[in-house]
Nanobody, 125 residues
């Protein structure tokens, strides 16, 4: 069983940056593929970025590619999402997700079975 706690959300102006963190407890962190999803009001939850257990493979949604960077520190059991060039359309609750297995997983939320409580990111224009 893995517990995930996100932090780092907040209010930022368009063009600004934020770094989200997701701290994990329980389980062997390096054996879990991780991902960040986001959900804007009135919209479905969508994939933002994913990373393999060892951290060697990453994947990004087209909407964030080139602006967001996912990384992980397995010694500290933490995954990060560095967000730059933020846009108002990036406003959403951001969720950390995990699934057992070293390889990079898909962009489908159904593939992940552990979720954090979410952290709000608001980008003002």
């Amino acid at each position: 069983q893995v517990q995930l706690v996100e932090s780092g959300g907040g209010l930022v102006q368009a063009g600004g940056s934020l770094r989200l963190s997701c701290a994990a407890s329980g389980g062997t962190f390096s054996s879990y593929a991780m991902a960040w999803f986001r959900q804007a009001p009135g919209k479905e939850r969508e994939f933002a970025a994913g990373i393999s257990g060892p951290g060697l493979s990453t994947d990004y949604a087209n909407s964030v590619k080139g602006r967001f960077t996912i990384s992980r520190d397995n010694a500290k059991k933490t995954v990060f999402l560095q967000m730059t060039g933020l846009k108002p359309e990036d406003t959403a609750v951001y969720y950390c997700a995990a699934v057992g297995g070293y390889r990079l997983r898909s962009q489908y939320s159904q593939d992940y079975n552990y979720w954090g409580q979410g952290t709000q990111v608001t980008v003002s224009s």
